[in-house]
């Protein structure tokens, strides 16, 4: 999974990890020392030690996995494949003020058309449980 997440990008300085078994093993802890990578342990059965991820987990389960059917592993991993597509690169964030944070991350990202009122169109996103309004 790690090496999923960071795939085309630059290894990270540190990883923020909680104190289950699985980043107790030896080949976790190999990779992170071959790869310069420093792991901060959260704070035992304090899940506001980590207050930002938190919010993430609660808002893809609130938004999406409620809502969405998966059958396996595989089909979960699709499905919130296609979600941090649509979260990155087409949901608007208040805390941004309404930008986009593939927007706000990348200055070449390409600019949004402005739609008129009365000349737009609905794009769907997550086979239909999401609609963003596109210029027509």
Not at 33 to 55: D, L, N
Not at 89 to 95: D, F, P, Q, T
């Amino acid at each position: 999974m790690f090496n999923h997440a960071v795939a085309g990008r630059p290894p990270p300085k540190h990883v923020s990890t909680d104190h289950d078994p699985l980043f107790r093993f030896h080949r976790w802890l190999a990779n992170l020392r071959v790869s310069e990578i420093e792991e901060i342990k959260s704070v035992p059965y304090a899940p506001i030690s980590h207050p930002f991820i938190e919010r993430l987990i609660g808002t893809v389960r609130r938004e999406y996995l409620d809502h969405v059917l998966f059958w396996n592993a595989i089909d979960l991993t699709r499905k919130l494949d296609t979600f941090a597509d649509y979260y990155n690169a087409h949901r608007v964030h208040r805390s941004l003020h309404g930008t986009r944070p593939a927007r706000r991350a990348c200055a070449s990202f390409p600019p949004s058309a402005r739609a008129a009122l009365r000349q737009y169109a609905w794009e769907e996103h997550c086979r239909g449980l999401f609609h963003t309004p596109i210029p027509a």
